[in-house]
C-alpha cells in the first residue's frame, strides 16, 4: 500500500484477499475427520453438478460465439466455469475410485464426472481444455494405483474432444477453439503485465492496482492490438493469475504466493502417499483428486485471474487439512498396535 497509486484500490484487495488466507487456519481447525472431510468435498462436487447442468442446459448459440453468449453455467463466466468444473471433475472420480463408498455415492460421481467434461468442452474455454489436458498427463504420473485410468480417460477425452470440435461443434465454436488470435486481447494484457515487472521487480506496483496503472506501461516500445482494452472506463485485469500476482506485488510477493501452492500440493501428495502405505484405496484416492483438481485449476489460472476465488483457497485449506487426519490415523493405529502402557507398579 505505501507505494500503490490507488490505496482505496489496493484496500479493497488485501480485504478480498484476508477472508480467502483464513480460510486455511478455519478448515485446519474445523475439519477434523473423514465424515467433515466428505461433507466439504461433496458440497463442492454438488456446486459443479448444478454449474455443468445449468450449462449443458443453456449451450451457446450454435451460429454466434461470443464472451456473453458463451455456457457459463451459474458461475458467470465460461473461463471460471471450466476451472470450477475441472475441479468437480477430480473430486467426483476420486469418490467414485474409492473402494467403500455406497452404491448410490459412487453412482452418482461416476455420473458427474461426464457431466462436467461436458460443461467444460460446452464452455468454449481454450485455458480449460488445455487445463483438463494438463490435469490428465499429469495424473498419469500421480495417480499412483489409478494411472491406467488416468490413461484411458486421457484417450477417451482427446479423442472425444478431436471428434466433437471437428464434426459435431459449429463452425463458429471450432474456430474459437482452433484459433486463438491473441485471445481476446490476453497477449497484450501479459505485455503489460510484464513491463510492470520489469520495471517495479522486487515492489511491484501496488496491491490491486495492475488495472489502475496499466495505462501508463501502454506508451511504450511495442505495439498494442488491443488498446482499447486498456484506455477505458473499466480497464481489463491480467487474465493471468500469476502474471498479476507478481506485477502488482513483485517477484518476492510471487514467490510467497507460490510456496502456499507448491506446498499445499505436496501435502496433499504426502497424505496419498501415508493412506497408500496403510491400504486405504478410499482416502488415497480422494487425495490425488484434491491434488489433481488443484493442478487443473492452478493451470487454467494460466489464462484467468483467480487470486481471490474462494474455491481455490478451499481447495488449498483441504491439502494440509488431509495430511493432519492421514498422520491423526497412523498415530492413532500405531498406538492401538502399541497398546495402552503398562500401569506403574505400586
Known sequence: LLWATSVGTGVTSLSRYAPNILLLPIAYTAIRNRRDLMLVVGAIVFGAIVAAAFGILSPPPPNVIEESSRATGTVGDPNELAAFLLVGLALAAGVALGKGRSPLLKIVATVTVPLCAAGIFLSLSRGGLVAFGVMLIVGTFFAGRWRLVLTVMLVVVVAGGVLYFTELASLPAREHVTQAGGGTGR????????????????????????????????????????????????????????????????????????????????????????????????????????????????????????????????????????????????????????????????
Open 187 to 346: 497477449s497484450d494484457i501479459w505485455k503489460l503485465g510484464l513491463r510492470m515487472v520489469r520495471a517495479h521487480p522486487i515492489t511491484g506496483v501496488g496491491v490491486g492496482n495492475f488495472p489502475i496503472v496499466s495505462p501508463d506501461y501502454a506508451l511504450r516500445p511495442g505495439a498494442l492490438v488491443r488498446a482499447d482494452l486498456i484506455f477505458s472506463s473499466a480497464p481489463k485485469i491480467t487474465h493471468n493469475t500469476y502474471l498479476e500476482v507478481a506485477s502488482e506485488t513483485g517477484i518476492p510477493g510471487f514467490l510467497l504466493f507460490m510456496a502456499i501452492l507448491l506446498s499445499c500440493l505436496g501435502c496433499a501428495l504426502k497424505a496419498a502417499r501415508l493412506w497408500a502405505r496403510r491400504s486405504q484405496p478410499n482416502m488415497e484416492a480422494l487425495a490425488r483428486a484434491v491434488f489433481l483438481g488443484l493442478v487443473g485449476m492452478l493451470t487454467a489460472d494460466f489464462f484467468i485471474s483467480e487470486m481471490y476465488s474462494k474455491l481455490l483457497w478451499v481447495m488449498l485449506a483441504l491439502c494440509p487439512v488431509l495430511l493432519a487426519i492421514a498422520r491423526a490415523e497412523r498415530d492413532e493405529e500405531e498406538l492401538a498396535e502399541v497398546g495402552p502402557a503398562p500401569s506403574p507398579v505400586a
